[in-house]
């Protein structure tokens, strides 16, 4: 898949409108040098790199606009995504997956995010809800579910959040009552990407008693009896992908669905928001490369006063500080990628701060590309306001900026 066909889909030029990759003398393509995102990288991980930068500024830059204005869910692209291996990055090959590691993960995921930061986000979301069928699940459950995922015939969602579990996720009330062959759900999830269009939920439940032992994963399918969705809700990014409440009203699940052990769910739902809270801090990582280049453009060519705005060494200052924060954000999660494959005791605390560090700092990489285009950053016909808006939800999903800040601590104060 993603290896096999990495020299051909390169063969495709990357569309160089938005500038993210710019042409060398001896007719390669080379990128911005001090905000290079291939350095350090090995020859295979350019090839991932470049194709996911091609696919990203050929099938979805161009579209990004209309998919965040007319809220379209874009699944014939995310289809052609898959083809290249990018529906299981990180999944096992012998179900569907590309066999990737978490840094090859992250590489990939931060160059389409240049292309559409929150079609991208739930692409990371998807693959984080394969791995853990595909890490925890049996070899029956492995086989059935994970090559549609992997294909993306079929999307997934993962349902952990409720409208009164946010942060203290252990409290979690959607109960799974045992009767016979199957559970009983009742219950609701909230803010769920995904939800109604997904085929496959991943739902953290309470088979026991109260805190997080007494929580189980199951994997519900859709049009499944006493599953339901809510409105489609109104927000101010991530417009790509629907957002809905998920609703279980005696949804009978059959028991040979429970990944994992019974009390297993936290420890599942844990792993798997490590991984995906590198996948979220790389996909601010795209939207902050893409608002820099973005940025430079527009001051070459933009005249103030009689000359460029790129001759202001106000603006040339905020412009270092920018591409300083980026690369200082892409070293952190590069790091705790490599930690977090290694399995390593430092790999959580690590995960917490690339998220913290990267989803706050790109941010406001965005918001200063926005500014520095003034009137014309706040116009939905300049990209630089998407990046904007679709970036700041990264600093509260995947356990909130203020959650990280207490893992980190927690993690220093038990040296």
Known sequence: MLRGCCHRV?????????GLWAPAKNGRRSVVSCIDPST???EEQKEFQRVAFSFAAQEMMPNMAEWDQKELFPVDMMRKAARLGFGGVYVRTDVGGSGLSRLDTSVIFEALATGCTSTTAYMSIHNMCVWIIDAFG??????????PLCTMEKFASYCLTEPGSGSDAASLLTSAERQGDHYILNGSKAFISGGGEADIYVVMCRTGGPGHKGISCVVVEKGTPGLSFGKKEKKVGWNSQPTRAVIF???????????????QGFLIA??????????????SLGAAHASIILTRDHLKVRKQFGEPLANNQYLQFKLADMATKLVASRLMIRSAAVALQEEREDAVALCSMAKLFATDECFEICN????MHGGYGYLKDYAVQQYV?????????EGSNEVMRMLISKSLLQE
């Not at 390169?10 to 938005?18: A, G, M, Q, S």
């Not at 009203?249 to 009390?263: H, K, L, M, T, Y």
């Not at 200063?368 to 500014?371: K, P």
């Open 10 to 18: 390169w063969t495709r030029l990357c569309d160089l409108r938005r």
């Open 40 to 42: 350090g990288l090995n």
């Open 138 to 147: 049996n070899e029956e459950q492995r086989h059935r579910f994970c090559p």
């Open 249 to 263: 009203e005696d949804c009978a699940v059959p028991v040979a669905n429970r990944i994992g052990d019974e009390g």
């Open 270 to 283: 844990l792993r798997g928001l490590n991984g995906g809270r590198i996948n979220v801090a790389s996909c």
């Open 368 to 371: 200063q590309a926005l500014q």
């Open 389 to 397: 808006r679709d970036s700041r939800v990264h600093q509260i999903l």
